[in-house]
T-cell receptor, first 115, second 115 residues
Framework: KAGVTQTPRYLIKTRGQQVTLSCSPI?????VSWYQQTPGQGLQFLFE???????NKGNFPGRFSGRQFSNSRSEMNVSTLELGDSALYLC??????????????FGEGSRLTVL | GESVGLHLPTLSVQEGDNSIINCAYSNSASDYFIWYKQESGKGPQFIID?????DKRQGQRVTVLLNKTVKHLSLQIAATQPGDSAVYFC??????????????FGKGTLLTVNP
């Protein structure tokens, strides 16, 4: 079955702009998590959605937001972009039920460059 | 805990040798741990996991060891192959008893396998 799909794969924005990234989870998966990956900070948790509700949130400013749709697809938005937002944004999906194994299936990521 | 420097720890091995990648985790309350492999240009890929009620778990060519006393995790790869070259991350989930996907990732170790 198809894996986690993220779009766009690459994008370039300028400071002050906003960006929306999209993630389609594996069919049947109801949990979608977002992570930011940078060389300096590594992989950092942004937020997790389950059944259209944000269930967990990391320590990022309010400029970072997300949502999940009824078909489990998710989007994240970053407003008022800063140079430091340049990163690989990874989406991961999982079944999301109480029998959580923690196994996340990651997409290839969206590489954001802020100029 | 993990190094917070900009440079990844590196491990270089010869093809056919065994590799051992180490990880120090930070949260003594964590009771679920995962190893991920990330190849260049790809998202992290699940390798193996272990719960805190175990101290060893084996997969295909991989073994994870957990030492809760010193909060240390290791990944052993047997008969390392060039295709094993990647960055390896350990991750901990401090709330595995519930539906919580807020993983904390280590900084990663770059494994290079020389043919």
């Amino acid at each position: 079955k198809a894996g986690v799909t993220q779009t766009p794969r690459y994008l370039i924005k300028t400071r002050g702009q906003q960006v929306t990234l999209s993630c389609s989870p594996i069919s049947g998966h109801r949990s979608v998590s977002w992570y930011q990956q940078t060389p300096g900070q590594g992989l950092q948790f942004l937020f997790e959605y389950f059944s259209e509700t944000q269930r967990n949130k990391g320590n990022f400013p309010g400029r970072f937001s997300g949502r999940q749709f009824s078909n489990s697809r998710s989007e994240m938005n970053v407003s008022t972009l800063e140079l430091g937002d340049s990163a690989l944004y990874l989406c991961a999906s999982s079944l999301g039920g109480l029998a959580n194994t923690g196994e996340l299936f990651f997409g290839e990521g969206s590489r954001l460059t802020v100029l | 805990g993990e190094s917070v420097g900009l440079h990844l720890p590196t491990l270089s091995v010869q093809e056919g040798d065994n590799s051992i990648i180490n990880c120090a985790y930070s949260n003594s309350a964590s009771d679920y741990f995962i190893w991920y492999k990330q190849e260049s240009g790809k998202g992290p890929q699940f390798i193996i996991d272990i719960r805190s009620n175990m101290d060893k778990r084996q997969g295909q060519r991989v073994t994870v060891l957990l030492n809760k006393t010193v909060k240390h995790l290791s990944l052993q790869i047997a008969a390392t192959q060039p295709g094993d070259s990647a960055v390896y991350f350990c991750a901990e989930n401090p709330n595995s008893g519930g539906s919580n996907y807020k993983l904390t990732f280590g900084k990663g170790t770059l494994l290079t396998v020389n043919p």
